[in-house]
């Protein structure tokens, strides 16, 4: 078994400096096509579920899902995360479920809509580290909001992230990772014109901190993709992501964690649409299910080998939650 803390993959991720893509999970195919990848591709992975996937498949159906993903990749260290944690309860939930990591996103109140203040962050931050870190499971929080709504979750308007706030936050609440805003939005509609990242914001902030830096909304929508979704009878006229070169400068100024849900999203869909346009006559969901979990396996080795995850899942031995525990 190689379940490890989102903190040791992270951690030997800026190490190594290479990005670890964090892949959003609702189903069995989702879930085996990226430990497909990852083992083609020799990658440690961080498979994440959102509050919404794990309402969506009753928890229990998905945990279990995800640790058959850890039981048979024993070489793969893998990271289970809960993605947009709202409340301490919902990231007790997750740590009781088996997960190894945990984001509690206090960027937003507990509605996951409202931009929530400064200390009210701090408080429900600290009280979610508290918890976990004596169950060496590793916590993520975000300071500044992204925009976009995805899942439900999001204000839908971008404030970029305070370095100095950035600074103070960490050293607050005693977090492992820190999701920040310089541009980046969920969904499939990011940019209105060309793709916009504060770089300068983000190299202030890596030279205030020292942790892991995560982006959120980092998919890249590829055209090809949408153009695919529409070829099929889809419409998603104008949808636009963060150019791949965008992520991987992104990367060499010091992020870490990438968070990928979109892009799997939409090329399953394309599989589909193509599926059910070219062959009419098909109704057994593995017709349609099994072309969507390859080309999902295809997109995120892509994943792999540009974040420069590829080739690092032998690097270092798995530390258990126990050993974590111990190191905070
Ligand atoms: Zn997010």
New binding site residues.
Partial sequence: MALVSGKQILDEAQKGKYGVGAYNVNNMEQIQAIMAAAKETKSPVIIQA?RGALKYSNFTYLGYLMKAAVIENPEIPVSMHL??GNSLDSAIKAIELGFSSV?I?GSLMEDGKTASTYDYNVKVTKSVVEYAHKRGVSVEA?IGT?GGI?DG??SGTIHVTDPKEAKKFVNETGVDSL?IAIGTS?GAYKFKGAANLAFDVLKEIRGLISIPIVL??ASSVPKNLIDDVNKYGGKMPGATGVPMESLQEAIKLGVQKI?V?TDGRLVMTAAIRKVFAESPEKFDPRDYLGPARIALTDLIKSKMLAFGTAGHSGDYAPKSLEEMKRSY
Avoid: F, I, P
């Fill in positions: 959102s993605d947009h984001m996103d975000e992204l995805e979750v999001g999701a969920h959120h909304g968070n849900d």
